[in-house]
């Protein structure tokens, strides 16, 4: 922020303040979007439209809504709204299949309110309605029109009514568990179901099943409870446009319910940002978890990376990036088995391959979550090496991402210093030897002189 945006006040829209009276809001407006600016990149032009006078407060009230809206339109947030057609809702089976991978159970079932299930046939008495599975079906499972009714005494509607995540470690012990045929719910024996929601809206649930004892790691589960989260948000503020939408388009509006529409807007924005950033740490724990790190591997990545990059004179903005990329430069290895990650003997062929290629898979992931699609490239080019020996592309010196560079330095370090389930770490002056007998060859010199600042400052 230059001086002279300094000198107006606590942030670039304090400037309002004295253009449009009598409106408490439009300041508290100006300093949440100011926040947007800085964390969530929203554009200078739009800064500029709200800082601008114009006389007919609908009008600029309209303005603003527009521009939110076009910003946090489907296309920009982790949202599967939209559907109008039955053959739509596939994407629910592939978020489903994702999150058995993820968590490493046997099944994964989605349900949503009916509010948010249309082009499906759903019963009207229905309070939650399947829209997706990770089972593969011979047949059209929605014609079945599974779900529940507000009167069924399933642990699945206790989880949506209460908004509390339940795990059941043995369905036998409880007479709370209804399975459903369709489902090969008589199969289960473990299980634990997680509402989506934000705060008290609640959008529906999702219910993961295991056919033999088990309990999910508590990273697994607060990485669960997190995605809830950020559905439930996401899917909130979708309902809230479509609100204000209808709103914008009404000739004789008052002012003061575009202002109600204005805030309610802001506030959900600015917890899609809570709930997007505690998604990147809950992923990257439960990747941690995963590979069988004994520390916080990727955190400690991500946190090196950002001192690396202050250390470097880098901006605020690529600084953000590069800290999310160092969370989930490992991010392909959440959806390989446990059991891939606990060997300690010699890898299979397929396995060795599975391993090499983690870093593509991961990419596929990010590339669906619209929000971290600008830490793609440093994470996709991470394993490269300065001698251009590197992998996927074999990019040589400064041809590979700045960020990308950052990353493989802390990754490396970091993982020298670390206990593994197979070795103990190294200390920080043998570590430091290595990486520096290799500057230039794997690494960027650059960064690594900067490592040794950070290091031994």
Known sequence: MT?????????????????????????????NLGDFISEYLISEDLANKIGKDVKDKTTKLKSQLKELISIYSLDNTLCVLGFSSQDEYVVYNSIAKTLTQILDVDACHIYLTKDFTKGLNVDDNKALALVGSSIDFDEDIY?????????????????FKTLEKIQIKDVSQIDNFIPKYELKEFDVKSLAVVPMHNNAYVVGVIVIENYKEKTIKRAYMNLLETIGRLFGTSMHLQKAIEKTEALIAEDSIFAEELQHARAELTALIGDLGIQQQAFVEKLAKAVDEKGQYKVAHSQNTADLSKKLCKQLGLNEKTTDLVYYAGLLQNIGKITLPESLFANKGKLSKEEWEKLQNHPNVGVNLLMNINFLSEVIPYIHYHKERWD??????????????????????ADAYTAMTSDRSYRN?????????????????????VVVNALFEVVNG
């Open 3 to 31: 001086e002279d945006k300094e000198e107006l006040g606590a942030s670039l829209f304090s400037r309002s303040l004295d253009l449009m009276e009598d409106d408490p809001l439009e300041e508290i407006f100006a300093l």
């Open 143 to 159: 014609a079945k029109k599974l779900g529940y009714t507000e009167d069924d005494k399933s642990i699945v509607l206790k989880a």
């Open 388 to 409: 251009g020996g590197g992998e996927p592309e074999g990019l040589k010196g400064n041809s590979i991402p700045f960020g990308s560079r950052i990353i493989a330095v």
């Open 425 to 445: 770490a190294m200390d920080k002056d043998e570590a430091l030897r290595i990486i520096k007998e290799e500057a230039g060859i794997k690494w960027d010199p």
